[in-house]
């Protein structure tokens, strides 16, 4: 099993260019994350999708959108990148059992520069 | 939303050390409580969680926590501390509901000295 892979690894864009973060798992997994890190502020969740075909805010969704587009992927949109979203960005899965003490599984992380 | 604080941004012990790293919750109702692991240039990486029953709750490479519902508390430690365990740690938490969401803490660095 690979778990959870993300691509590309390394970004940079210019402010204004658009962007998709692809993440897939291979755990059969129901839920899937998406978070922000920067420092001094521990991780913060974009979005989120409980279950195939849904999908709900988090802490920070403000300049993304998302989509999940099958039970195996996710993938995060920067329609017009800003300086702010400068930042790691990890993808995470959880969910054989069901139920938010489950364990969630994390990416390796994208680090995205906006210039 | 869920508060975390964890005290300390950064820790230095001796190999063979006492390793201690402490986390507070603000909440009135105790959340699910975890304590992730981040080494350099990886993902998170679950070392332990507090869901229910015993408060004393053991993990992963000899870390345990214990949940302190009376000082909203708790707090990472490890007896004897090794050098692979120079990383960055996140306390993080999940109120007791249906929410999927993890509110995390800012972080500690672990740095082990030799």
């Known amino acids: 099993n690979a778990g959870v892979t993300q691509t590309p690894k390394f970004q940079v864009l210019k402010t204004g260019q658009s962007m998709t973060l692809q993440c897939a798992q291979d755990m059969n997994h129901n839920s899937m994350y998406w978070y922000r890190q920067d420092p001094g502020m521990g991780l913060r969740l974009i979005y989120y999708s409980a279950s195939e075909g849904t999908t709900d805010k988090g802490e920070v969704p403000n300049g993304y959108n998302v989509s999940r587009l099958n039970k195996r992927e996710f993938s995060l949109r920067l329609e017009s990148a800003a300086p702010s979203q400068t930042s790691v960005y990890f993808c995470?899965?959880?969910?054989?059992?069901?139920?938010?003490?489950?364990?969630?599984?994390f990416g390796p992380g994208t680090r995205l520069t906006v210039l | 939303a869920q508060s975390v604080t964890q005290l300390g941004s950064h820790v230095s012990v001796s190999e063979g050390a006492l390793v201690l790293l402490r986390c507070n919750y603000s909440s009135s109702v105790p959340p699910y409580l975890f304590w992730y692991v981040q080494y350099p240039n990886q993902g998170l990486q679950l070392l332990l969680k507090?869901?229910?029953?015993?408060?004393l709750v053991k993990g992963i490479n000899g870390f345990e926590a214990e949940f302190k519902k009376s000082e909203t508390s708790f707090h990472l430690t490890k007896p004897s501390a090794h050098m692979s365990d120079a990383a960055e740690y996140f306390c993080?938490?999940?109120?007791?509901?249906?929410?999927?969401?993890?509110?995390f803490g800012a972080g500690t660095t672990v740095t082990v000295r030799a």
């Open positions: 507090y869901t229910t029953g015993a408060t």
């Open positions: 993080a938490v999940i109120k007791r509901s249906n929410d999927y969401k993890l509110s």
């Open positions: 995470a899965s959880s969910g054989l059992a069901g139920g938010p003490t489950d364990t969630q599984y």
